[in-house]
């Protein structure tokens, strides 16, 4: 009995300390007039938690099985918002528009923290050396509402209630290009998915990618190799962390791509 208490204490699973673990992992609810902290065992406690499999994961590529909660319970809350800012424990930042969660209510896609066990972890991830959890969004049936992959934080640390980060012309209005970047069908609100990953002007919190237009815009010297730096950013660009993934036609669609690039430049001009 001493032998397997030993045993059971080098691996980190002495009586009561998988639950202790699962006590440390915290997910902050920055949302609504006070900061909300849940525990990993206080998410897997709640009356709306449930099994979910997801098809086609995001992040591990295969079907996967998991104990969550619905999303939008825990941001309805507070005064009025349009956007979440879910950031990860590795310095990603997604812009979620409050809009594309409300839908999962009304047949659209539906957000959904899963919560990682400490006595049942999920696999490491592909290409990785951790697994997703403690904490990770993710969408049942995506395709009903287009989610694209970068809105599937993994490892995430922060819920936070924020305003559209859309960049707006000096008029107060958006060039045609800019507007080839709304998809209201889609979110209701400003959402550009090659945005989540860099900054642009200093909005927003992502550090996984290059800021777009500080110091200088990123078009006068980067035209014609913007492209490619959205779709393969390793090929043309090194900076800390390397995190940003590149962004393929199935991601972001061409006339996409370029309506984004008119818009940088039309930035660039103003």
């Not at 994961?57 to 619905?70: C, E, F, I």
């Not at 979620?96 to 539906?110: C, D, Q, T, Y």
């Not at 809105?151 to 060039?175: F, H, I, K, N």
């Amino acid at each position: 009995m001493l032998a397997l208490f030993v045993v059971l204490l080098l691996a980190g699973f002495a009586p009561g300390s998988g639950t202790a673990h699962a006590e440390d992992r915290v997910l902050t609810l920055s949302i609504g007039p006070e900061v909300r902290r849940f525990t990993a065992a206080q998410l897997l406690d709640r009356p709306d938690a449930a099994e979910l499999t997801i098809p086609a994961d995001v992040s591990y590529g295969r079907p996967m099985k998991y104990r969550a909660v619905p999303l939008l319970p825990l941001v309805s809350v507070g005064p009025a918002f349009d956007t979440i800012e879910a950031r990860a424990a590795d310095g990603f930042v997604s812009q979620i528009p409050l809009a594309l969660v409300a839908k999962g209510a009304r047949g659209g896609s539906k957000a959904w923290i899963a919560i990682e066990d400490a006595l049942a972890p999920w696999p490491v991830l592909p290409g990785k050396t951790a697994s997703a959890g403690p904490f990770y969004l993710v969408w049942e049936n995506p395709e009903c509402s287009a989610v694209g992959s970068e809105q599937w934080p993994y490892q995430l640390a922060s819920l936070t209630e924020v305003e559209s980060r859309a960049p707006l012309a000096a008029d107060g209005g958006r060039c045609e290009g800019a507007r080839r970047c709304v998809n209201e069908e889609r979110s209701g609100s400003f959402y550009d998915p090659v945005l989540a990953l860099p900054s642009h002007e200093g909005a927003g919190g992502a550090e996984v990618g290059p800021d777009l237009g500080h110091l200088m815009n990123a078009i006068p010297y980067l035209t014609p190799g913007f492209a490619q730096l959205i779709r393969n950013p390793k090929a043309v660009r090194t900076w800390p962390q390397q995190q940003m993934p590149g962004f393929d036609e199935t991601m972001l669609r061409d006339a996409d791509l370029d309506a984004l690039i008119a818009y940088l430049a039309y930035m660039a001009r103003r």
